[in-house]
């Protein structure tokens, strides 16, 4: 351990330090969570004990939300301000990245094992394609990201990435309210905190990063690198063009919601408390390929759609 806190040690020791701190603390976190937790659950958690573990998981996560952000982000300015644009791509990471880097590894581990030794538990909870997009992600970013810092190749994008990660906290608290189905003022806070967050982190800041691509010596850059090394390079667009895609998927949510709120009495957000009992058992007869009974002008109609 000494050589962990020895100042003139390589800046991946930092990493080292701060993955095995990260996946300690996010462990126990979970560990914790997992033990104390039982007066938080929503009501159904007594049929649904796989949903357990996935709270657990998510209470952990809320770590790199928190302090991977908080080095990424001094450690990427650093990096703007002192490295050439044109061969950002090929600069070392500073010792603030490997911090961030070593706590957002943790949790791609963390969560990739614990997911994978109670596969069975997560598929229940998360539904199966939700849980393989979540398993590969994690496996392709613990592995990635580390390779990419290695070799001095597109740390910036890596670090950009690990700073948007702070939308993930008004992402998280807002599943632990709709678990518990809770609306009014304060879910609402929640969702714009997380619509603006999102919005700047992920969405915003793709401005500069395309200004950025303009600025890069690409002949210099392809040539410093490997085959092997500028095929990964393109794999850098996925997690743009998902972040664009979750948008559309918010963008809608957010027309639905505030369509909604303008229909019932009131005709504002704040005096929508979600839908009736009523409302969500015709919803899911309808979903069900049910047909239901509705009212128009007190008269009772039936809806079908052959």
């Known amino acids: 351990m000494a050589l962990l806190w020895y100042e003139g040690a390589p800046p991946y020791i930092r990493g080292v330090e701060s993955f095995f701190v990260a996946l300690t603390c996010q462990a126990s976190l979970a560990g914790i969570s997992f033990l ?8 159904n958690y007594a ?19 928190i302090f991977a952000p908080f080095f990424a982000a001094p450690g990427l300015t650093q990096l703007l301000r002192e490295a050439d644009l044109s061969t950002i791509l090929l600069v070392e990471a500073n010792p603030y990245l490997w911090k961030a880097l070593g706590v957002s590894t943790a949790h791609f ?3 990739f094992l614990v997911m994978a030794i109670y596969f069975d538990e997560f598929i229940l909870a998360m539904k199966k394609p939700l849980f393989l997009q979540m398993m590969f992600h994690h496996l392709a970013s613990g592995l990635l ?21 702070a939308s993930n906290i008004f992402l998280n608290i807002r599943w632990f309210f709709a678990e518990h189905g809770i ?13 603006i967050s999102f919005s ?6 793709l401005l500069p990063a395309l200004y950025l691509t303009t600025r890069i010596d690409w002949p210099l850059y392809f040539e410093e690198s490997s085959l092997f090394q500028v095929f990964l390079t393109f794999f850098l667009l996925v997690p743009f063009c998902l972040n664009l895609f979750w948008y559309k998927i918010i963008i809608k949510s957010a027309r639905k919601a505030l369509f909604t709120a303008s229909s019932v009495p009131g005709g504002t957000a704040k005096n929508y408390e979600g839908p009736t009992t009523i409302e969500k058992r015709n ?12 009212r128009s002008n007190g008269k009772r109609h039936y809806n079908c759609d052959d």
């Open 200 to 205: 700047l982190l992920r969405i915003l800041s």
């Open 109 to 111: 581990w963390f969560d």
């Open 183 to 195: 609306q009014g003022n304060l879910r609402m806070a929640i969702d714009v905190a997380f619509f």
């Open 283 to 294: 919803y899911n007869n309808a979903s069900n390929g049910q047909h239901y009974p509705r």
């Open 145 to 165: 990201w580390p390779y990419a810092f290695l070799t001095h190749k597109c740390i910036c994008p890596v670090a950009y990435f690990m700073c948007t990660e």
């Open 36 to 43: 104390v937790s039982e007066p938080l659950y929503p009501k």
């Open 47 to 65: 049929t649904k004990p796989a949903h357990k573990k996935l709270w657990a998981t998510t209470v952990a996560s809320l770590i790199p939300a």
